[in-house]
């Protein structure tokens, strides 16, 4: 299997970390054979997430950007792929669409062998490098923080109920990090004239819950934003520049406060 670089990095110069593991577009030929042609047009990537996000390497934040599609194997899943939720989702290599629908063409799937390969040389390296960013930020600071960003269709019905809050911060109920830091994030959306939520129906995803570990010092929060906040829903799920524009200033206060903040 052809894999080429499984994420992108960036390296900062703070004690912040992003980590964007769900706007890859690439797929191993292996998987791509067996999509339908609904699948192949990605609907459930995190769309221009690293666009949208563009302004924080001068911030002084790290970055670890996934390359490849959730299609190849999902990053924010844990390995052994216990499931996340008690309501519907999806899984460490996902067979459907969030919708339900299969990804694979009828009787396609993937064999154990391209299951193996995406988890070694995608999901490994990608986790290898979270944690050897985060130890390295710790060292240098004493703490580390993470902001795993996500975005997400307002509107899924198998996956929840109604209509999406624009910013759903998610701290695995309060587990993954300090207090203060869930309230400095939770601070800087407020008055911003977009409705947030901490800890609902997203409380984070396994990245968050695996690496927030607040009494080592590592701080992790997830932010899934709704996607009609940057960009159109539908295909081909265009990036609105007009609409990102509003709330790119409030994403930048976001990930100030993460910066500035202090255990
Ligand atoms: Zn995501």
Redesign the pocket.
Known sequence: MRIEHPYEFVQGTTPLLISM??PGLLLPDEVAGLLTSEARALPDT?WH?PQLYGFTAKMGASLVIARYS?FAVDL?RPEDDTPLYQTATTGLFPDILFDGTSIFCSGAGRNDEIKRECKERIWRPYHGKLMAELNRIKGEFGHAVLLD????RGEIPRLFDGLLPDFNIGTNDGKSCAKSLSDAVVKACDASGYRHVLNGRFKG?HITRHYGQPDRAFHAVQL?LAQRTYMNEQPPFDYRADVAEKVQPILQRLVQAMIDWRP
């Open positions: 593991p769900h995190d997430i959730r924010n960003a996500h975005s997400i995803g899934e």
